[in-house]
């Protein structure tokens, strides 16, 4: 998922931007895998179960959001 949109992100800029955009978008991915497992670390210091019911309702939210962006956007195309 996240190829496509790197993609789109660099088409969007000039020439000379390409490889600006994507070193930005791979230290953010770096930067979020560390922060990432760090936060596990001390989450499943808590409870060893605790990381993987923080994923589920971290996916349920996406999956609301999404679909709640999906209905907006359906809502939008009708009236234009």
Do not use: C, N, W
């Not at 994923?55 to 009236?79: C, D, E, M, P, Q």
């Amino acid at each position: 998922l996240y190829v496509p949109m790197m993609q789109a992100l660099s088409i969007q800029g000039d020439t000379g931007g390409h490889g600006k955009v994507a070193g930005l978008f791979q230290s953010a991915k770096s930067a979020g895998m560390v922060a990432g497992s760090l936060a596990a670390g001390f989450v499943y210091e808590v409870s060893p179960q605790l990381p993987f019911v923080m994923a589920a309702v971290s996916f349920a939210l996406a999956t609301g959001a999404i679909a709640v962006a999906h209905k907006i956007a359906l809502t939008h195309g009708r009236r234009g």
